[in-house]
C-alpha cells in the first residue's frame, strides 16, 4: 500500500466516456485494499496480453455448506499476492432485489473488512456477489452476514437462489405474488440450496406476467410466470383516450395481436378471449386502458439452460396453469416429484432439460405422475419412431385383445 | 450475546422482503392500476388507491465499489427515505413519492456518473459475467467491452427514440452464464483453438474417464505421456466448448490469439406479439481489442441503427429480421455471409431454407 | 429385321413426350394464359392464341388390369384422338378440344365406374403405395383402405365444398413410399413388435455387421445361436423402423396382431401462403380390420369434416391447426390426446411448447 | 384355370362402393391370367390373416442392367404357384405422363404376353408398374418393351426415373420447360439411371412453378422447382372483374399473402415485388388476373427424403434461382461435382440429404464449390459450436495474422 501508484494505461482509457466506469470502481475500491490494487494489477496485465489469469477454482467454503463460495486463484501469485486468493462470496439476495440504505451500509461494513471491497450488484443469477477474499475470511465473513440476516446462495449442484421480478411490489400486471412464492421456496428448499445433491444445478426463476423481466424461460429449470385464463380487463373510456392521444391501435396494437383475436372500429376494441393467447402486448402499449384478467395464477414451465453441451433450451409447459396461493402444496408436491425422477436418473451434470429430452417427454411424465396434454408442445411429432412398449402376444389370451407386458 | 456467538447460525435464507419495501408499496401491494413513462428513467405507478410511487432508473456498472454503495445509500437517505432496489438487468432504481424530488436526485445522480434511463424503448443495461476479472474461463473481458459499448450507444439509454426496447447481452464463454442466448444482440466470447493439454500434470490434476466423458463431440481419448496416463485431442473434432476445461485444470483453451468475440442478434425472452427465440449468429469472429475493442463497439452499434431505422414501431430485433428475411438482413447490415452462419451441429437440417419462399 | 433382332438394344430412355402430345398442347406449348375450372373435375385453359385445351380428370384404381387401360384408349379415341395422360395423383386425365364431348365422356366415366372430379377444392386420388398385393414389408395394406376411404369420401371427390385442397396419402410401411410424409392427412402403416430375428436362418441369409450396423438405436448386437452367429433384439431399443428387416430378410417385422395403421395431419407440400410442412401424428395407432378398415375411415372422415367446417377459405389443413392450435385440435377432433404424440426423437425438444402463448 | 372359382368373400366386400375398384381389376386379369388369379388368392389370404404373404425380394433383372426389376416371391409358393414369383418392372414413363391410345395398347400387348396383365398406372416415382411376371419373361419383355421405343427405369443404388408436372404443356405457370429437362436429364443420366454406383437413390423432380405439383420438395435428392425474379404480371381489368364476381380479394388473396405486400384499395392491386416470396397464392386465386413475372428461371434445392432412418427432411435451397435452358451446363455440371462428392464420401444407404447433415453444409458448399448464401438458410445457426478449421499459432508469422492450416 505504501508502493508508489501503479501504471494502468490500459485500463485507464475505461475511465472515459459517459457510462459509468467500473474500473473507477476499482480504483476507488484500490485506494483503501491491497486486494483491488492487485486486481487492478492483474487486470491491466490481462489488457495487455489479452488473456485472464485465473486459476481454476478449488473447493472453498463455509462449514457445512457445499456451496455458495467460488474459488479463484491468481497464476501470477508472486507478481499479485493480494489477489493469489481472490474468493466470491454469492449472498442470497431479498427477494426482488430491495434494499434499506441502513442494510446496504451494513453489507458494505462487513465486506470493507473482510474483502476486497468489490461487489456485483448484482449476479446474474440474481445473488448479491462479494468479489474477491482470502480462504480464511470466508467464516467471519458467513458469520457476520448471518448476524445482519443473510445467508449464501446457491453454486453447484444444488437449487440456486430462486429470483423474481418485483411483481405485485411495484408493478400492475403481476398474476401471482412473485417475491413471496420467491421467499417461500428459498426458505423451503434451504437445505438443497446450502448442500448439493443433484445431478446438476437447478433454478427457480418467477416472473409475474408474459413480459418474463426476469428472463425465467430462457434460464431456469423451472420457470414459474404469471398469467390469466378469464378475459382482459377493459377500460373503454381509456381506450378512447388512448385514441384521441394520437396511438394508432389499428396499426400498432390490433396489427400486431399474434393470435389475431382484436377487432378495432375506430371506437371500441373487441377481443375474442377465446382466442386470445395471453401475449400481454395490447396490455403493454395500453396500460391504463387494458390488464390481465381477473382469475390469475401461472403456467409452470420446464428445463431452459444455457448451451452447454448439448444446445441451449427454453423451458417449456408443463403446467399450463395453476394458482399460487401458500401453502403451494400442490407446487412443492410436483417439485419434490421432479427432484426425485431426476436426483435418481439423471446423469452427472445432466440438467433436467436435458435429462427430459434422454428419457423422453412422455417418460419422463409418465414418472413424476403428470397426464400428457396437447398444451406442452408445439405440434405432435413429425417422425414415426413411436416406442411403443407393449405388444401383443399370440396366445389365447391376447386374442381377446388384452394387452400384456412383454 | 456471549452465548449467542457460541451458536453458528446456518440456512437462514435470506432477510425477508417485506423489511425493505417502502411504506408506500406496503400500502399498495398488489394494488397498482396503472404505469406511465414520464421522461427517459422516470416512471410513474399509481394505486388504486390513487397512491403514486416515482421511480428513477440509473445506469450501473454493476462491479461496484462499497464506496459506490454507500453513496447509493446516501441518495436513497436523500430522497425517498432510505428505499432502493436494483433491476434483473443491474440497473439501480430509487423508489420516490414526492414528485418534487425526482429532478434534483437525477441532477445528483448526473453528478455521481450514473445518468439515468433505460425505460421504455431503449437500450437498458447490458447484462453481463465476470470476464477477467474473476473468471478463469473468460475468452474475453466482459466489463471493458460493456464500457465501451455502452460509452457509445448512451444516448440510447438516456433516451427513448428507438422502435422498440432492445436487450444487449454478454457472456465471456460459451458456458453463457447470463443467458445470453436469447438477446436482440449478444456479444459472446469464443475460444477457437483446441486445448492445449498439459500432458504431464494432467494425471495429478484430474480424473481421466471423466476428461474424456466431458467432450460432446468425443475428440478426447486417453493416451499415455511418458509413460504416464494423459489424454490426447483430436483437434478436428474439438468444437470449442470448453467443457473439459471445466471438469479438468489441464485443459486450458484461453489463447491470446484465437480468443475473442462473436456477435448474435436477434434473441428474445418476452411473450409480447411472439414467441421467445434464440439468438442467431451475425458475426462469428471479432478479435479480442482492448482496452476499448472498436471493432465490437462498431459492430453493435452498426446493428442497434440499422435495426432502428428500419424497423416497424414495437418490433424487437428478431421480429424486424423476421419479417425481412434473413438475406436482406445480411446486405441492410453489411454482414459478410460465411460458412460458419450455416448450422452444422444436431437440428443444422431444420435451420436450411425449406421451401422457395424467396427475394430477390 | 432378323439382324436387328441380334441387336439388343439398351439405354434407349423413355420416348420423347413429344410424340404423345395432341396437336392442341404442341401448338400452344409454353403459351397457356390462364385456365378456369368449369364444373368439378372439368377445366379449361385458354392460350394466348385464343385455343381452348378442355381436361376432363376422372378418378383411378392406380392398380389397373390392361383389359381397363384399353378402355381408356377407346374412350380417348372416341373423345379426344386418342391423347390422354395420367396426373401425379393417378388419376386419368382426357384432352379435348370440342367442348360438346366434355358430358358424353363424363358419362361414358361414369358408367365404366370411373366418376370425373378431384380438381380444385376437393379431396383428389389417394396417393398409395403397394401393400400387401406386393411388398413384403408392408404393415397394412394399400389399396383396400384407399378403396375403403375413397368409398367414403366420394362426394368430396366429386364436389368441389371443400375450403381448399386436401391430400390423403397412404403408405403401407415406414419407408414411405409416396412420400405421405408432407400431407393433409397421411394414413401410415406401422409395426409394433420387434422383429422377430429367424435365429438359426440369419447367418446364411445375411451380412452380421451390416444386420448390426443397420439398427439406428443400436438394438441389434450379435449373438451366438446353437453355436451359429447369429443377432439378438434388444427390444425396449427397438422404435419398428424395420431398417434391419430391409437389409436382412431373417429380421421380420410383419405380425398381424401388432401391425396396424397411424394417421397423421397437416403437412403441405406446395409454397402456397404457408411453408411446405412435415405431417404431425394424429392416431398413434388403429388395428388392421380388413377388408374395409371401418375404424381408419371413420377416422380420416371426422378429421375431412371438422375440418371442412371450420376452416376459413384457402386453408389447408396444418394452416387451419396452426391457427387454433393444437389443443383445440384434440378438442375439436375428440382425439384422446397420449404421451405418444410427443415427440422423443433427435430433435424433440423444438417440438415442446417453448412459450406461454396459451388459450385456456 | 379350370379350377372352379375362387371364393374371395373379404375382397369381393371391395367391390362395392363408387370409387374404382382395384379388385374388379385384379378379376378381371383373373380371369384370363393364372398370375392375376393366384394374386387374388394369396391377397384374400392377407385379408383373412391381416399379414402379407411376400418373400423379400431377391436380385432378379435383365442382362446389363443393375435396377429396373423388383424381385418378388410368395411365401406360399405351393398354395399360390403362378405368384411364386411375381416380379414387377419399372418402366420409365414419358415425361409429363402424356400418352397416346396407340402406345398404350402396345404396351398392354406386351403385358399381355409376358406378365399378369396388372399395372400400376403410376408408381409413386413416377414409372409405369408392370405388376408381377417372372424372372424368366424379364428378358422377353425388355425387348419388346425396346421395341416400341420403352427403356426401363431406374430402383437400387441410381438415378431414379425423374419426373415432372406436366408444366408448359398445359399450365400457364410453368416457369420453365419441366417436359424438357425431365426429359434430357433421363436421357444424359442413362447409364447412372441403369447402373447403380451410388451410395443410395438419386432422384431427380421437376415442378414448373412453387405449387410444386409433382410434390418435389419433399420427396426428392434434387427438387427444381421453377420461379420469377421480376414483376408478378397483372392485368388490371381482370382484377375488377374478380372483384366483380364476388372474389373478397381482402380477405381471400391479400390477406393470405405471407409476405403483407399486397394492398388492396378497392379497386387496385398493388404488390411490393420486392417484397413478394413468389408463392402463387395470390396467382392461383386469380389466375386470369395475375401471372408469374417474365425472368424465370427455377430455385435447385436439395436433399429430401422419407423418414428411415434418420427422420424425413425436406429439400432446402442450394441455388435460389437459375435459368434452365438446354444444353443445361450449368446445372449438369453442378449436379456432376454434387454426385462425385457424394459418391466418394457418401455412406452405404446414405442419400444426399443425410450427407450434407453429417459432414456440415459449409463443408458441402466447400467440396462442391458453391458460395454459401443466406438464401440457403431459414436463419443462422443459434448454437455456439462452430469448427473452426485454422488458428493462429505463436510465432512471428501468426501474430502479423497470417492464418496457418493447424
Ligand atoms: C457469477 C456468475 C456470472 C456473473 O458474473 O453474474 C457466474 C459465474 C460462473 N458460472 Fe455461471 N454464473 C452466473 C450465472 C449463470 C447463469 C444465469 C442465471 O443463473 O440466470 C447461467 C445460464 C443459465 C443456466 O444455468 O443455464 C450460467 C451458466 C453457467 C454454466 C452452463 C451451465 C449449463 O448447464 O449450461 C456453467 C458451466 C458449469 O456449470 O460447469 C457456469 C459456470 C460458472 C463458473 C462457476 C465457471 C466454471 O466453469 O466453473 C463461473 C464462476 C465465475 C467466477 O469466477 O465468479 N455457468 N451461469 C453468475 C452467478 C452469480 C449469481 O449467483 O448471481
Ligand atoms: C424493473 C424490471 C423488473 C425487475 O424486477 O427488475 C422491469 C420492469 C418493467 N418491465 Fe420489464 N422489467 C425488467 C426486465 C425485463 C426483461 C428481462 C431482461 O431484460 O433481461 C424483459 C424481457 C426482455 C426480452 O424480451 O428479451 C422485459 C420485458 C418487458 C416487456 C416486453 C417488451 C417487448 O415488447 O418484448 C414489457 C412491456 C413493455 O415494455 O411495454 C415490460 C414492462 C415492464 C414494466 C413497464 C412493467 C410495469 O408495469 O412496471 C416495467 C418498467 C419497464 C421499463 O423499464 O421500460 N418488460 N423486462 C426489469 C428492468 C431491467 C432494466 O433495468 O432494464
Ligand atoms: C413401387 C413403389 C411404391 C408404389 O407402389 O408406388 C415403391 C416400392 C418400394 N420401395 Fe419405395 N417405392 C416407390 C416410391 C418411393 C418413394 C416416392 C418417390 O420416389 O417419389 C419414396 C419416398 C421418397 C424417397 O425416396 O425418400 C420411397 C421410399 C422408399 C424407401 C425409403 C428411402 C429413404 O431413403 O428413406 C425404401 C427403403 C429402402 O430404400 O431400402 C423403399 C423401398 C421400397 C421397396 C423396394 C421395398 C424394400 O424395402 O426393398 C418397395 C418395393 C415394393 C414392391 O414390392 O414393388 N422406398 N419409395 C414406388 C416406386 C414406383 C416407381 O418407380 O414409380
Ligand atoms: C395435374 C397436376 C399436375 C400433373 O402434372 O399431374 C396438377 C395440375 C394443376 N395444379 Fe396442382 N396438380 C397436380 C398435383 C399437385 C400437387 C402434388 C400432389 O398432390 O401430390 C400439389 C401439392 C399439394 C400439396 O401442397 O400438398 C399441387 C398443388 C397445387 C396448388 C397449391 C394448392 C394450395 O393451395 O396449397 C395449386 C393452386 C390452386 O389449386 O389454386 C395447383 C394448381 C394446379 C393447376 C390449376 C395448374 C394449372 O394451371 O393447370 C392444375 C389443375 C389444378 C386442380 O387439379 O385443381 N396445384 N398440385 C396434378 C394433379 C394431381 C391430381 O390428380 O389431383
Ligand atoms: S414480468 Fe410482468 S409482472 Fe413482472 S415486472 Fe415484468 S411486467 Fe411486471
Ligand atoms: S394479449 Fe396478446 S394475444 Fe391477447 S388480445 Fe392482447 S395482443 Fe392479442
Ligand atoms: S460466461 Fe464463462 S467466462 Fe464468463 S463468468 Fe460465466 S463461466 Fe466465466
Ligand atoms: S473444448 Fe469441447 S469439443 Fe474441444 S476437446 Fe474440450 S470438450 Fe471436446
Ligand atoms: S411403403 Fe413400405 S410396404 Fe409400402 S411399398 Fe413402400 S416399402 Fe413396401
Ligand atoms: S426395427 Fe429398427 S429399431 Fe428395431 S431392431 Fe430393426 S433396425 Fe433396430
Ligand atoms: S407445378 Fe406449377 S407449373 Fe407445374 S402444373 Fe403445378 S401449377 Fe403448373
Ligand atoms: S406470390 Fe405470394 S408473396 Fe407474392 S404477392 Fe402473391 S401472395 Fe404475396
Known amino acids: ?406 | 450475546m456471549a452465548e449467542e456467538k457460541q451458536k453458528r447460525v446456518t440456512d437462514i435464507g435470506p432477510p425477508h422482503y417485506e423489511k425493505f419495501l417502502p411504506p408506500v408499496i406496503k400500502e399498495n401491494y398488489g394494488k397498482w392500476k396503472y404505469h406511465e413513462i414520464l421522461k427517459p428513467g422516470v416512471m410513474v405507478h399509481v394505486s388504486e388507491s390513487g397512491a403514486n410511487l416515482y421511480t428513477v432508473r440509473a445506469s450501473s456498472s454493476r462491479l461496484l465499489s462499497i464506496d459506490k454503495i454507500r453513496k447509493y445509500a446516501d441518495l436513497a437517505d436523500k430522497y425517498c427515505d432510505g428505499y432502493l432496489r436494483f433491476t434483473s438487468r443491474n440497473n439501480v432504481e430509487f423508489l420516490l413519492t414526492d414528485k418534487s424530488k425526482i429532478d434534483p436526485l437525477i441532477q445528483d445522480l448526473q453528478v455521481l456518473g450514473h445518468p439515468v434511463g433505460g425505460m421504455g424503448n431503449s437500450i437498458s443495461n447490458i447484462v453481463h459475467t465476470q470476464g477477467w476479472v474473476h473468471c478463469h474461463s473468460a475468452a474475453t473481458d466482459a466489463s471493458g467491452i460493456v464500457k465501451s459499448v455502452m460509452d457509445e450507444l448512451i444516448e440510447y439509454f438516456t433516451e427513448m427514440k428507438l422502435p422498440s426496447k432492445i436487450r444487449i447481452a454478454l457472456a465471456c464463454c460459451l458456458n453463457m452464464c447470463g443467458a445470453v442466448h436469447c438477446s436482440d444482440i449478444a456479444i459472446l466470447g469464443i475460444h477457437r483453438r483446441p486445448p492445449k493439454v498439459d500432458k504431464s500434470r494432467l494425471k495429478a490434476m484430474c480424473e481421466i474417464p471423466s476428461v474424456v466423458a466431458s467432450c460432446p463431440t468425443a475428440a478426447i481419448k486417453p493416451a499415455t505421456y511418458e509413460g504416464n496416463p494423459s489424454v490426447e485431442v483430436i483437434e478436428e473434432r474439438c468444437m470449442f466448448c470448453a467443457n473439459c476445461y471445466t471438469v479438468c485444470p489441464a485443459m486450458p483453451l484461453n489463447d491470446p490469439l484465437n480468443d475473442g468475440v462473436s456477435i448474435w442478434v436477434g434473441g428474445k425472452v418476452s411473450n409480447a406479439r411472439s414467441e421467445p427465440m434464440f439468438s442467431k449468429l451475425a458475426i462469428p469472429f471479432i478479435p479480442n481489442n482492448p482496452p476499448r475493442w472498436p471493432e465490437v463497439v462498431g459492430a453493435v452499434k452498426n446493428l442497434v441503427e440499422v435495426w432502428a431505422k428500419n424497423a416497424k414501431p414495437y418490433e424487437r430485433m428478431g421480429e424486424w429480421i423476421n419479417r425481412i428475411g434473413w438475406p436482406r438482413f445480411f446486405e441492410m447490415t453489411g454482414i459478410p455471409f460465411q460458412k460458419e452462419h450455416i448450422d452444422d451441429f444436431k437440428h443444422a437440417g431444420l435451420t436450411f431454407k425449406r421451401s422457395v419462399h424467396l427475394t430477390y
Open chain 1, 1 to 406: 500500500m505504501a508502493k508508489e501508484k501503479r501504471k494502468t494505461p490500459k485500463l485507464d482509457e475505461l475511465e472515459k466516456g459517459k457510462w459509468p466506469s467500473f474500473v473507477k470502481e476499482i480504483k476507488t475500491a484500490a485506494e483503501k485494499n491491497p486486494m483491488a490494487e492487485d486486481l487492478l494489477g492483474q487486470l491491466e496485465r490481462s489488457y495487455e496480453e489479452k488473456i485472464g489469469h485465473w486459476k481454476h477454482g478449488g473447493i472453498v467454503g463455509v462449514l457445512g455448506y457445499g456451496g455458495g463460495v467460488i474459488g479463484r486463484y491468481s497464476d501470477l501469485p508472486e507478481e499479485f499476492p493480494n489477489v493469489s486468493h481472490f474468493h466470491t462470496l454469492r449472498i442470497n439476495h431479498p427477494a426482488g432485489w430491495f434494499y434499506t440504505s441502513d442494510v446496504l451500509r451494513k453489507l458494505c461494513d462487513i465486506w470493507e473488512k473482510h474483502g476486497s471491497g468489490l461487489t456485483n450488484m448484482h449476479g446474474s443469477t440474481g445473488d448479491i456477489i462479494f468479489l474477491g477474499t482470502r480462504t480464511e475470511e470466508l467464516e467471519p465473513v458467513f458469520k457476520e452476514l448471518t448476524d445482519i440476516g443473510f445467508d449464501l446462495g446457491g453454486s453447484g449442484s444444488d437449487v440456486r437462489t430462486p429470483s423474481c421480478c418485483c411483481g405485485k411490489a411495484r408493478c400492475e400486471w403481476a398474476c401471482y405474488d412473485t417475491m413471496a412464492l420467491t421467499y417461500f421456496l428459498t426458505m423451503h428448499y434451504q437445505d438443497e440450496l446450502h448442500r448439493p445433491a443433484f445431478p446438476y444445478k437447478w433454478k427457480f426463476k418467477m416472473a409475474g406476467c408474459p413480459n418474463d423481466c426476469v428472463a425465467s424461460i430462457a434460464r431456469s429449470d423451472m420457470s414459474i410466470i404469471g398469467t390469466w385464463r378469464d378475459e382482459i380487463q377493459m377500460d373503454k373510456e381509456a381506450v378512447a383516450e388512448y385514441a384521441k392521444s394520437g396511438l394508432n391501435i389499428q396499426r400498432d396494437v390490433v396489427g400486431n395481436c399474434p393470435a389475431k383475436c382484436m377487432d378495432w372500429d375506430g371506437k371500441e376494441i373487441k377481443i375474442d378471449n377465446k382466442a386470445c393467447v395471453k401475449c400481454m402486448h395490447c396490455i403493454n402499449t395500453m396500460p391504463k386502458a387494458l390488464s390481465p384478467g381477473k382469475d390469475r395464477g401461472a403456467c409452470i414451465l420446464i428445463g431452459s439452460k444455457a448451451p452447454i453441451v448439448e444446445g441451449a433450451l427454453l423451458s417449456s409447459v408443463l403446467i399450463p396453469f395453476i394458482k399460487l396461493e401458500p401453502p403451494y402444496t400442490e407446487l412443492i408436491d410436483l417439485v419434490d416429484r421432479i427432484h426425485e425422477v431426476w436426483a435418481e436418473n439423471g446423469k452427472n451434470r445432466e440438467r433436467v432439460g436435458e435429462f427430459i429430452q434422454r428419457v423422453g417427454m412422455g417418460n419422463f411424465l409418465e414418472a413424476i405422475e403428470v397426464e400428457p396434454i396437447p398444451q406442452m408442445i408445439a405440434h405432435p411429432r413429425e417422425n414415426p419412431y413411436v416406442f411403443y412398449e407393449e405388444y401383443y402376444e399370440e396366445d389365447g389370451e391376447d386374442s381377446d385383445g388384452q394387452e400384456e407386458e412383454k
